[in-house]
């Protein structure tokens, strides 16, 4: 490119850098997607839980995990992201309790 083109601002932006920006634009775009949509269940889960099904969850996590037996999930928290999320939160401090007490091996 000429040097009076670009100090003019008559210069053209490269092919590359437009689709690189094109690029860009949609990486971010489906990003933002993934992230409002894990929000927008969590957010659905939470409310529609109960808070004594999230607990009994943890607990058989603890149960399973200070057992050191691998993880059992089952029923509703396949597929509710609160209860699983609650389940695998008990089965790790579980197998930290495990450990810590010997029970387990490291």
Do not use: H
Not at 60 to 76: C, S
Not at 78 to 97: C, I, P, T, W
């Amino acid at each position: 490119m000429d040097r009076k083109m670009v100090e003019s601002g008559k210069a053209s932006v490269p092919l590359y850098a437009k689709i690189g920006w094109g690029v860009a634009w949609a990486v971010m775009l489906g990003l933002t997607a993934m992230i409002l949509r894990n929000c927008a269940t969590s957010v659905f889960y939470g409310l529609k839980t109960d808070p004594q099904a999230v607990d009994s969850y943890y607990q058989a996590g603890v149960k399973d995990g200070g057992a050191g037996q691998g993880q059992n999930l089952q029923g509703e928290g396949k597929e509710n992201s609160v209860l699983r999320k609650a389940y695998v939160k008990g089965y790790r401090e579980g197998l930290d309790k495990g450990r810590k007490q010997g029970k387990l091996p490291e």
